[in-house]
C-alpha cells in the first residue's frame, strides 16, 4: 500500500487499485463533514496555502473548503503576476519559502510538469491542482468516485463499464489522467468521440489498450452513446494558439435531452469536469438537461470536496482521528 503520509500528490500514476481504494473509502467517510451533519477541527492550527497561477473557481475554492472543513487555515496566492514568480523567482526558491510557512500547498501552474518541480523544493506534501495540459490528478480521483457512486445503484462497480469520453480530448488534462486510472480496472469499453485534430493522445489511449480494454475512436456522436457514463469536455480555448483556432471546433459535440433520449440508455450517466460552456456557439451540455436525474455534474462538483478532503486527512495522517475531532453544527443548513 502507498504510504500518504508526508508524500507528494503529483500524478495519477503513483497510485495502484489499493491505493485508489483507500482515497475513494477516505472520501465517503469525509461525508457528514461536507453535508453539515457534523463538524471537525483535527486540523485545527494546520495552514494550506493554495497557490493557483491559472485562473480556477471550482479547483481553488473547494480545496480551500475542503481544508476548512477539517479545521485548517487557508492562505492564497492568485495569478503570477501576484507572486514572486512574476519577478523571476524560480519555482524551486518559491517552494524552500511557501512551504516553510506552510504543512500542506495546492498548487495549479500553466505549464506542463511544474508542480513537480515546485514540489522538489517544498518540505511539505504538495497536491496538484492542474499543469497545464498535462494532469489533473484530484479531478480524476473525483470523478473515480462519483463514477463508482453513480453506479452503486445500478449495482455496477467500476470493472465491465462501458464509459463515452467526448470533446477536446487532445487538451483536456482531465481526461487524460482519468483514462489513466481507469487502465486499473478490468474489461472496460471506452469510447473516445472527438475531431481527429483534438483526438486523445497516444500515449493515453496505449494506457487503456495495455490494461485489456476495448478503445473505440470515432468522430460521429450517433449510434455511439448507448453507454453507462458520458464524460464531455470543453474545447479548451486556452491550450490552442487562438480563440479563432479553437473556435473551429466549438459546438460540435453538443449534447442536449433530444440527443440523449435518442441515443443514450436510461441509466446513462452524464458528466463534465466544469465550467460548461453554455454560450450558444458551443452549447455542450444544453440547460434542458438541467431536470435530469442522470445529470450528475454538480453532485461531481460537490465530491470534490470530499475527495480533497481525503487527501489532505491521508497526506497529513490524520484518517483515523477524525470522530476524536467531531462537534455539533451550531448553524442553520439545509445540507
Given at each position: 500500500?502507498?504510504?500518504?503520509?508526508?508524500?507528494?500528490?503529483?500524478?495519477?500514476?503513483?497510485?495502484?487499485?489499493?491505493?485508489?481504494?483507500r482515497i475513494l473509502e477516505v472520501s465517503s467517510l469525509m461525508a457528514p463533514y461536507a453535508m453539515r451533519k457534523k463538524r471537525c477541527h483535527v486540523l485545527d492550527g494546520a495552514i494550506l496555502n493554495n497557490?493557483?497561477?491559472?485562473?480556477?473557481?471550482?479547483?481553488?475554492?473547494?480545496?480551500?473548503?475542503?481544508?476548512?472543513?477539517?479545521?485548517?487555515?487557508?492562505?492564497?496566492?492568485?495569478?503570477?503576476?501576484?507572486?514572486?514568480?512574476?519577478?523571476?523567482?524560480?519555482?524551486?526558491?518559491?517552494?524552500?519559502?511557501?512551504?516553510?510557512?506552510?504543512?500542506?500547498?495546492?498548487?495549479?501552474?500553466?505549464?506542463?510538469?511544474?508542480?513537480?518541480?515546485?514540489?522538489?523544493?517544498?518540505?511539505?506534501?504538495?497536491?496538484?491542482?492542474?499543469?497545464?495540459?498535462?494532469?489533473?490528478?484530484?479531478?480524476?480521483?473525483?470523478?473515480?468516485?462519483?463514477?463508482?457512486?453513480?453506479?452503486?445503484?445500478?449495482?455496477?462497480?467500476?470493472?465491465?463499464?462501458?464509459?463515452?469520453?467526448?470533446?477536446?480530448?487532445?487538451?483536456?488534462?482531465?481526461?487524460?489522467?482519468?483514462?489513466?486510472?481507469?487502465?486499473?480496472?478490468?474489461?472496460?469499453?471506452?469510447?473516445?468521440?472527438?475531431?481527429?485534430?483534438?483526438?486523445?493522445?497516444?500515449?493515453?489511449?496505449?494506457?487503456?489498450?495495455?490494461?485489456?480494454?476495448?478503445?473505440?475512436?470515432?468522430?460521429?456522436?450517433?449510434?455511439?452513446?448507448?453507454?453507462?457514463?458520458?464524460?464531455?469536455?470543453?474545447?479548451?480555448?486556452?491550450?490552442?494558439?487562438?480563440?479563432?483556432?479553437?473556435?473551429?471546433?466549438?459546438?460540435?459535440?453538443?449534447?442536449?435531452?433530444?440527443?440523449?433520449?435518442?441515443?443514450?440508455?436510461?441509466?446513462?450517466?452524464?458528466?463534465?469536469?466544469?465550467?460548461?460552456?453554455?454560450?450558444?456557439?458551443?452549447?455542450?451540455?444544453?440547460?434542458?438537461?438541467?431536470?435530469?436525474?442522470?445529470?450528475?455534474?454538480?453532485?461531481?462538483?460537490?465530491?470534490?470536496?470530499?475527495?480533497?478532503?481525503?487527501?489532505?486527512?491521508?497526506?497529513?495522517?490524520?484518517?483515523?482521528?477524525?470522530?476524536?475531532?467531531?462537534?455539533?453544527?451550531?448553524?442553520?443548513?439545509?445540507?
Amino acid at each position: 500500500m502507498m504510504k500518504f503520509e508526508g508524500s507528494h500528490i503529483l500524478s495519477v500514476s503513483q497510485f495502484d487499485r489499493d491505493a485508489i481504494s483507500r482515497i475513494l473509502e477516505v472520501s465517503s467517510l469525509m461525508a457528514p463533514y461536507a453535508m453539515r451533519k457534523k463538524r471537525c477541527h483535527v486540523l485545527d492550527g494546520a495552514i494550506l496555502n493554495n497557490l493557483f497561477f491559472e485562473p480556477s473557481t471550482r479547483t481553488r475554492v473547494s480545496f480551500g473548503a475542503a481544508f476548512n472543513l477539517l479545521g485548517g487555515y487557508v492562505r492564497e496566492t492568485v495569478g503570477q503576476e501576484n507572486s514572486s514568480l512574476s519577478k523571476g523567482e524560480s519555482l524551486f526558491d518559491t517552494a524552500r519559502v511557501i512551504s516553510g510557512y506552510s504543512d500542506v500547498i495546492a498548487m495549479r501552474h500553466p505549464a506542463m510538469h511544474s508542480v513537480e518541480e515546485f514540489s522538489t523544493g517544498s518540505s511539505v506534501p504538495v497536491i496538484n491542482g492542474g499543469d497545464g495540459a498535462n494532469e489533473h490528478p484530484t479531478q480524476a480521483l473525483l470523478d473515480l468516485f462519483t463514477i463508482q457512486s453513480e453506479m452503486a445503484p445500478h449495482n455496477k462497480t467500476l470493472d465491465g463499464l462501458n464509459i463515452v469520453l467526448m470533446g477536446d480530448l487532445k487538451h483536456g488534462r482531465t481526461v487524460h489522467s482519468l483514462s489513466k486510472l481507469l487502465s486499473l480496472y478490468n474489461n472496460m469499453k471506452v469510447t473516445m468521440i472527438s475531431p481527429d485534430a483534438l483526438k486523445m493522445p497516444d500515449s493515453v489511449i496505449s494506457s487503456l489498450t495495455n490494461a485489456g480494454h476495448e478503445v473505440v475512436i470515432t468522430d460521429k456522436i450517433e449510434n455511439n452513446l448507448s453507454c453507462d457514463v458520458i464524460y464531455q469536455t470543453r474545447i479548451q480555448q486556452e491550450r490552442f494558439a487562438s480563440k479563432d483556432e479553437a473556435n473551429l471546433y466549438r459546438g460540435h459535440f453538443s449534447l442536449n435531452k433530444e440527443i440523449y433520449q435518442q441515443f443514450c440508455q436510461k441509466h446513462t450517466v452524464i458528466m463534465h469536469p466544469l465550467p460548461r460552456d453554455s454560450r450558444p456557439e458551443a452549447n455542450e451540455l444544453d440547460t434542458d438537461l438541467n431536470d435530469l436525474d442522470n445529470l450528475a455534474i454538480f453532485r461531481q462538483a460537490q465530491n470534490g470536496v470530499l475527495v480533497r478532503m481525503a487527501l489532505f486527512a491521508l497526506t497529513l495522517g490524520v484518517e483515523n482521528k477524525m470522530s476524536r475531532y467531531e462537534k455539533p453544527v451550531t448553524w442553520y443548513t439545509n445540507k
